[in-house]
């Protein structure tokens, strides 16, 4: 059972690997990438203020530094705790 969150988009990386430069990503929002399977979600920027992503945004310095393997902003947790904290940020 699945559900949508409503300014949280998804995208499968697999499928977007070949054209990620061809995504466009709207104004006031920014592509991250979550999970092992590296999913690309795109989220809005008022996110980055909220403290609950600056933890996320710590881990991802602290794990990876300002070299992201996927190019773009990698966030190190699970695909369902990202979703649980951006599903809570919606929600505000």
Same mark, same amino acid.
């Given at each position: 059972m699945g559900f949508r969150?409503?300014?949280i988009k998804r995208a499968s990386f697999a499928a977007n690997q070949a054209s990620s430069k061809a995504v466009e990503v709207p104004k006031g929002y920014l592509a991250v990438y979550v999970g092992e @399977?590296? @999913?690309r979600f795109v989220i809005p920027i008022s996110c980055l203020t909220h403290p609950s992503f600056q933890d996320l945004l710590r881990q991802a310095e602290e794990e990876f530094g300002y070299d992201h393997p996927m190019g773009g902003l990698t966030i190190p947790c699970s695909e369902d705790v990202f979703q649980?904290?951006?599903s809570?940020?919606?929600r505000l």
């Open positions: 969150l409503p300014s @399977k590296m @999913k649980n904290i951006t809570h940020l919606n």
